[in-house]
């Protein structure tokens, strides 16, 4: 069954300010199932690292900052890593609509282990749970809009990526914003408990809409042949072996993890870019595409560490150095990195509509990924003056919102282009696989950011931002040198 009928207008016919003409409306659909499986994603993501770094008297498990930020590092680089498993079985296995229902359901039981939990048992069991059920239901999702967005030029492609992203972020606002509050007036299994909630509604949202999906939604595209299923199965606990003599024999621990993780997330996408290199399934013309989206795909790993450091540097930063009290209220600490998301919500329907005014005029997509890094680049080297300016006093609450601004702002450039390009280049037989190759940035920048986490805590404050300001706007700037042949190879 096919989403509801939509006539596609011809490009600078359709009138001003006319959403429905131009983005399907069951992209509405999966929109706000997204953003409620992101209030709790990011809902928890707000206070998870300070639910590491804190005290015991705090409700926190007060454990040291280059182990928080190494774990905080590896659990996002992981959750990501786990969406290439969703979108091969979404290929081979169980077809993307189900594969989005079985994946909400194992979140759901996460967020309630980590409210209902205590401590680091809780701490286990849930991220494990969320980690496996994002993986199961990000990438499909995605894929499902895809679908719906299939044969459209590339401006409207990217405004209704726009539009979706835009659910991500206002999920990612609203999210930090209740847990937030209620970690600061009742505690973090309150916080938890509330991410748990939200999950609920996702799958409020999404189980109705399941039977308007597009016919492709409840298909097995490339269908694993009935003798080979126990394959994956052998290899899923033979992984699970692996992992628990490494962890239980110490080769495995809190501090290494993050590097651990950055080296699979590296390996995993060097054989995917391989294997789409070398298929015969694969054409001429989308080897050429695939070719030229692997410097975009390292710029935006790059760039995703950049930003996810509100999660392990900057909320290290936050708890030494930052005062929350304003007057006798406190300010609650998931508000800051809130304050990122908030910022691209904000702007993302600014730049939706420039692109869709622009048409074939706006940056070409190589063009949108060097301004988003050097946007980011310049935040940091904004937060380079205000260390050095400060010295070791207190940093005022506000100039840390500021930056927050600027670096999450840059978002709007690089999030909804990816996703947009990974479902337009992706290889015929690799599309799901493609959109779970383009996750793998955001693995490889959760990954990097709870290495540049530890790097934070091993050197001064000045020389840290130094050297991220400077990889952002000089990567952003080479890019901006070479966007002309990757755009042509790309468009």
């Given amino acids: 069954m096919t989403t509801a009928p939509y006539v596609q207008t011809p490009p600078g016919d359709a009138p001003h300010g006319s959403r429905r003409e131009h983005i399907p409306k069951g992209i509405w659909q999966m929109a706000f199932t997204e953003l409620w499986e992101r209030f709790s994603f990011y809902g928890l993501q707000g206070i998870l690292s300070f639910y590491l770094l804190y005290s015991l008297d705090k409700g926190g498990l007060e454990i040291a900052p280059a182990a928080a930020a190494g774990i905080v590092g590896a659990y996002g680089g992981s959750v990501y890593l786990a969406q290439l498993l969703g979108a091969w079985a979404g290929d081979r296995l169980i077809s993307p609509k189900r594969m989005v229902l079985i ?42 809009v895809g679908y719906m967005l299939e044969g459209e030029e590339t401006s409207r492609r990217d405004a209704g990526f726009s539009y979706f992203y835009m659910a991500i972020n206002v999920g990612a606002v609203v999210g930090p914003l209740l847990t937030g509050l209620a970690q600061n007036q009742l505690g973090f299994h309150y916080g938890f408990g509330l991410a748990a909630i939200g999950m609920v509604a996702a799958l409020v949202q999404y189980i109705p809409s399941m039977k308007r999906l597009p016919e492709r939604a409840g298909q097995v595209d490339n269908p694993l042949p009935r003798e080979r299923r126990f394959v994956p199965l052998a290899w899923i606990a033979a992984a699970i072996v692996v992992i628990a003599i490494a962890w239980f024999t110490g080769l495995l621990h809190a501090e290494n993890l993050s590097s651990i993780v950055t080296v699979i997330a590296l390996i995993a996408a060097g054989a995917y870019f391989a294997v789409m290199l070398t298929s015969r399934k694969v054409t001429a013309f989308e080897k050429r ?56 919500v904000l702007i993302t329907p600014l730049i939706a509509r420039l692109w869709q005014r622009l048409g074939k005029r706006q940056p070409k997509p190589a063009t949108k990924y060097a301004i988003g890094l050097m946007q980011i680049g310049c935040a940091y080297a904004y937060l380079l003056l205000i260390s050095s300016v400060t010295g070791d006093a207190t940093i005022p609450l506000l100039l840390i919102l ?20 990974a479902t337009k280049i992706g290889p015929k037989s690799f599309e799901a696989q493609m959109v779970g190759l383009n996750f793998l940035s955001l693995a490889l920048g959760s990954s990097l950011s709870g290495l540049l986490g530890q790097l934070f805590t091993a050197i001064p404050n000045g ?22 042949p990757l755009n042509r190879i790309i468009e």
Avoid at 463 to 484: K, M, N
Wanted: aromatic share 10%; with cysteine.
């Fill in 402 to 421: 500021l930056f927050m601004c600027l670096a999450g702002s840059s978002e709007v450039f690089v999030g909804p282009i990816g996703l947009a390009l």
């Fill in 289 to 344: 595409r695939v070719a030229a989206f692997l410097p975009l795909f390292l710029l935006s790993g790059i760039y995703f560490g950049l930003l996810f450091q509100k999660f392990t540097a900057i909320s290290i930063l936050v708890t030494e150095r930052i005062d929350l009290h304003i007057g006798s209220w406190t300010f609650p600490v998931a508000w800051i990195t809130m304050v990122s998301p908030l910022s691209a």
């Fill in 103 to 144: 994946g909400g359901i194992v979140i759901t039981a996460g967020h309630i282990a980590l409210a209902a939990l205590p401590g680091l048992t809780g701490l286990g069991v849930g991220l494990v749970l969320i980690i496996v059920g994002t993986g199961a239901l990000k990438t499909n999702i995605t894929t499902i």
């Fill in 463 to 484: 020389t840290y931002f130094t050297i991220v300001a400077a990889a952002g706007i000089v990567l952003g700037g080479l890019l901006l040198l070479l966007r002309r």
